[in-house]
């Protein structure tokens, strides 16, 4: 089993929509969880950063943890085509200071 | 937000050279950088972390007498890629831990990368 588990995608949402993105975790310590976007070509810039349980917006983005279920999500609301990009889900455990990355999820918003 | 940066952006060299990498946290102070590498379609792999004043710790598999990391200072560390081959070529990226951050909630911020390609 990964450590972080994403759906590769890709994943494709029209304009407008919701897109919804999952990941899933294996250590059950862990404490910090982080969402990343990755356009190609370039290096991966940090959207959201969450640590409870629950829900945490920021702007169209919302972030949804379940520590339970190990598993976290981030929502994108009415996505636009420059959201199309890779997404990476990032952990990070009880170990050291690292981020576990999954593989990232493909998202593309058609116009 | 924090700032990472990274130099050179691109470096194209011949077998057999070295190349140097900057990692600068420019507006905070990170104990704990990282270097990662992807090559195209593929996703990140942590080569390894680098500690402010300490040897670094590298992942397994990668080679710690070809890839030399110094972090030197609280906002440098640098990757040096010696004797650079054709497979070395790729997409090397850094980021920075904030340390302000505490207990568990420290926050990695990337720079924009270096791409690099041995010829």
């Known amino acids: 089993q990964k450590e972080v588990e994403q759906n590769s995608g890709p994943l494709s949402v029209p304009e407008g929509a919701i897109a919804s993105l999952n990941c899933t975790y294996s250590?059950?310590?862990?404490?910090?969880f982080f969402w990343y976007r990755q356009y190609s070509g370039k290096s991966p810039e940090l959207i959201m950063f969450i640590y409870s349980n629950g829900d945490k917006e920021d702007g169209r983005f919302t972030a949804q943890l379940n520590k339970a279920s190990q598993y976290v999500s981030l929502l994108i609301r009415d996505s636009q085509p420059s959201d199309s990009a890779t997404y990476l889900c990032a952990v990070k455990g009880t170990s050291g200071s690292r981020l576990t990355f999954g593989e990232g999820t493909q998202l593309t918003v058609n116009p | 937000g924090a700032v990472v940066s990274q130099h050179p952006s691109r470096v194209i060299c011949k077998s057999g050279t070295s190349v140097k990498i900057e990692c600068r946290s420019l507006?905070?102070?990170?104990?704990?950088m990282f270097w990662y590498r992807q090559f195209p379609k593929q996703s990140l792999m942590l080569m390894a972390t680098s500690n402010e004043g300490s040897k670094a710790t590298y992942e397994q598999g990668v080679e710690k007498d070809k890839f030399l990391i110094n972090h030197a200072s609280l906002t440098l560390s640098t990757l040096t890629v010696t004797s650079a081959h054709p497979e070395d070529s790729s997409f090397y990226i850094c980021?920075?831990?904030?340390?302000?951050?505490?207990?568990?909630?420290?926050?990695?911020?990337f720079g924009p990368g270096t791409r690099l390609l041995v010829l």
């Open positions: 250590d059950r310590g862990s404490q910090s």
């Open positions: 507006d905070f102070q990170a104990t704990t």
């Open positions: 980021s920075a831990r904030d340390r302000r951050g505490t207990g568990g909630k420290e926050t990695q911020y």
